[in-house]
Structure formats: C-alpha cells, structure tokens
C-alpha cells in the first residue's frame, strides 16, 4: 500500500535525480558509466549526447552519441532543443532535450557526461543532478592513458592534454562537485562511484519493483 502511493507521489515528481559525471577526457568516465549501465541497467540510463565529432572505432551511432554535422547541431541549437552545449578539442557537443527527457520517461536515472563548460551550463538550470567528477591521478598517468588509447592526433591529444590541466583545477573549486573520485585503480574508483550512487540506486529499485 505505501509502496504503491510511493510510487505514485515519486512519478508525480520528476523522477529521480540526474548524475553528472565530468572529468578530464581520458580519466576513465566511460569505462565507468559502461560498468554502472552494465550493472544496474535497470536503474540508469545513458542520456546520449550529439556530437560533430567523427565516430571512434566500436562507437555507435545513436548510443554512443548522435553524430551530426555542425551545420545540423548549429541548426539544433538555434531551435533551443539543447539544455547546454560546448566546444570540446575542436568539435562541438551538446545535451539535447530529448536525450534527457528519454531516460526520465523510462523513469532510469539520467547520467550526463559532460566536461566542465557543460557543468558550468548545468548549474544554472533546474536538472539538479548530483555532480561527480572522476580525475585521473596524475597528468602524467592521464598523457600515458591517452597515447596508449591511440584515438587522438598529436593535437587532438594536445588540447586534450591543456583541458585537463584546467579541468583538475577546477575540480578543486569550492562546491562544484559533491563528489570526487581519483581513478587510480579501476574496482576501487568504480566501488566508490557505486558507494556515491547506492542511496539513489535502492530508491529506484524500490520504486521500480513496486510498479
Ligand atoms: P570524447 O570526444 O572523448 O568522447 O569527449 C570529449 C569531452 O566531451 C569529454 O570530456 C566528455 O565528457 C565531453 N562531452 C561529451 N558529451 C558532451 C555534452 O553533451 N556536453 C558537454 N558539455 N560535454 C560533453
């Protein structure tokens, strides 16, 4: 009975609370977010970005990200469908509208994965998320990472390099993040992403198990 008004009070709402996950490219986000999907697919779901920016070997289109020209995001962006947008290495990215609205109407937790201007564009909206940022030990460790991954040009691989430096300081701002995980180890960085999420896991399961 209670589960049942629970329920119903919790749809009447905006469904649970979206989770922002930022950090220098190459930090190791996306193996991250895969393991979380993988795990709980029942809880959260992926809000897949556009992107100008040619696909990578295995990347898919449509769930990887919307691979779009520049001409058709500009286009995208002049109708307002973007709840933020930014120029990332070169190429522009964005949060369109429906990618959120899609998980929310599955009533999945929406993760974003966005880097820091796209953070700074979320805080001043109503989203709400809960703020993550995964940074790698070291630049060091972060360049090594990123040479070893073979996806970048030596200037892709450059910029990549001078936006994580400004990444990791902001990271230190007072506030912005509500969590901070350093990946160093991989189990370890993903047990505390899950330790973070466990309170916002169990209330959907909750909620999901009981509609
Ligand atoms: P990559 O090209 O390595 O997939 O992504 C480059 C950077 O763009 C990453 O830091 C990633 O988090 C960020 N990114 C991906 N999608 C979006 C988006 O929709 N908005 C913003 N602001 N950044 C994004």
Do not use: W
Request: hydrophobic fraction near 35%; proline fraction near 4%; charged fraction near 25%.
């Amino acid at each position: 009975m209670f589960m049942r008004y629970f329920a119903r009070f919790y749809s009447a709402m905006a469904g649970p609370r979206p989770v922002v996950l930022s950090g220098p490219s190459g930090a190791g986000k996306s193996t991250l977010l895969r393991k979380l999907l993988k795990e709980y697919s029942g809880v959260f779901g992926f809000s897949v970005s556009h992107t100008t920016r040619n696909p990578r070997p295995g990347e898919e289109n449509g769930k990887d990200y919307h691979y779009v020209t520049r001409e058709a995001m500009h286009a995208a962006i002049d109708k307002g469908d973007f709840i933020e947008n930014a120029e990332f290495s070169g190429n522009l990215y964005g949060t369109s509208k429906a990618a959120v609205q899609d998980v929310k109407d599955r009533n999945l937790i929406c993760i974003l994965d966005i880097d820091m201007q796209g953070v700074r564009n979320i805080k001043s909206t109503d989203l709400n998320p809960i703020y993550i940022s995964i940074q790698p030990p070291s630049l060091d460790v972060l360049e090594n990472r990123l040479r070893n991954r073979k996806t970048e040009s030596e200037e892709s691989l450059q910029k990549r390099l001078l936006a994580a430096k400004m990444d990791m300081e902001f990271s230190k701002e007072a506030g912005v993040f509500d969590v901070i995980i350093v990946n160093d180890n991989l189990e370890d960085a993903y047990g505390q992403l899950r330790d973070a999420l466990l309170e916002e896991i169990n209330q959907v399961k909750k909620v999901n198990m009981s509609s």
